[in-house]
């Protein structure tokens, strides 16, 4: 997921993508103690996504202090 299609998305959307991404990233961590997971970069790229996220989320959430 790229920075500028999740700046172009809204608070509620991206929250609502956050909650997706956790329970994909608790899927994967199971698939992984498993052995099952056959692609370990799929761990990498969820957890960068949802740093990625909470990051915009949390500019947006300071720009709303600075300015109101």
Do not use: C, W, Y
Not at 1 to 23: A, H, P
């Amino acid at each position: 997921m790229k920075k500028n299609d999740i700046r172009n998305m809204t608070n509620d959307e991206l929250n609502k993508k956050l909650s997706d991404l956790t329970s994909e990233l608790f899927n994967l961590r199971f698939s992984h103690a498993t052995g099952n997971l056959p692609n370990n970069m799929q761990l990498h790229n969820v957890k960068k996504d949802i740093a990625r996220i909470k990051t915009i989320l949390r500019e947006r959430e300071i720009k709303a202090k600075v300015e109101g």
